[in-house]
């Protein structure tokens, strides 16, 4: 079983940066799309970057040109650099692991918060 484990989150101001790491037990991110995901309160837990085994990324709308997504094989790490923060970012970040490029679910992390807030 793959476990995934995020860190990063917090509080911070809009205009703010935030940097979220999800590392894997295993060396997964060369075999599967790595993913991050966000669920505010109210509202349907949505895919916000996605990176695939091979390096392509892919980016929900509302985030695109503010969020990076990276990965450090070395590490078994995957990251998003959240840039230009604002309060409509807020939500609990999910890493995810799997084979679906628009969907990869098939293994979660725990979720971190982030609040953007002044």
């Known amino acids: 079983q793959v476990h995934l484990v995020e860190s990063g989150g917090g509080l911070v101001q809009p205009g703010g940066s935030l940097r979220l790491s999800c590392t894997a037990s295993e060396t997964i991110f060369g075999i599967y799309v790595a993913g991050w995901y966000r669920q505010a309160p109210g509202k349907q837990r949505e895919l916000v970057a996605a990176i695939t085994e091979i390096g392509v990324t892919n980016y929900a709308d509302s985030v695109k040109g503010r969020f990076a997504i990276s990965r450090d094989h070395a590490k078994n790490t995957v990251y998003l650099q959240m840039n230009s923060l604002k309060a409509e970012d807020t939500a609990v970040y999910y890493c995810?692991?799997?084979?679906?490029?628009?969907?990869?679910?098939?293994?979660w992390g725990q979720g971190t918060q982030v609040t953007v807030s002044s």
């Open positions: 995810a692991a799997g084979f679906d490029a628009t969907n990869p679910n098939n293994y």
